[in-house]
């Protein structure tokens, strides 16, 4: 499993030009799921760890405009947006492979999850994209700060 997420001013996801969600300041988060993972992964220690850190990472600042506060402490929103690709190999040749990347079926239950866990430890609004689906993404990157988390980090 991996993360990246963004620290934004405000974030909207669109699909065909329809709305779909928005968020105000807060942390825009992609996330991938690998072929290692599976389900079992939802009771494991790097699900836990990581869940926990994301809400927890001090990366907002505080009134010296240092990195000291976390999204608990500024009450912002969260959102989600499943994103294969970054289990992209581009190792060989110039078209990227995807073979690292879960298949859709299991990928699609554990972004579910995510969702749902997320959505239970996170202060405010928790909004998310659609499974699977070619979205249009807006965001305002605050900084700009990009952070990558991969569960293999927390093994």
């Not at 963004?6 to 807060?26: L, M, T």
């Not at 869940?51 to 505080?62: N, S, W």
Request: with cysteine; proline share 5%.
């Amino acid at each position: 499993m991996r993360f990246l997420l963004q620290r934004v001013k405000e974030a909207e996801v669109r699909k065909k030009n329809s709305y779909i969600a928005a968020i105000d300041k807060g942390i825009l988060l992609f996330a991938g799921f690998s072929y290692q993972d599976t389900e079992k992964l939802l009771d494991s220690k790097p699900w836990q760890k990581m869940l926990q850190k994301v809400p927890e990472l001090r990366i907002f600042p505080d009134q010296e405009g240092k990195s000291n506060q976390s999204l608990y402490q500024i009450q912002g929103d969260l959102m989600l947006v499943s994103q294969f690709t970054l289990h992209a190999d581009c190792k060989k040749g110039r078209r990227p492979s995807y073979n690292l990347a879960s298949s859709p079926e299991i990928a699609e239950t554990l972004y579910n999850r995510l969702v749902n866990d997320m959505t239970s430890i996170c202060p405010a609004k928790v909004e998310s994209g659609v499974f699977g689906a070619e979205m249009d993404i807006s965001f305002c990157n605050w900084g700009p700060l990009t952070i990558i988390l991969d569960s293999e980090e927390f093994v």
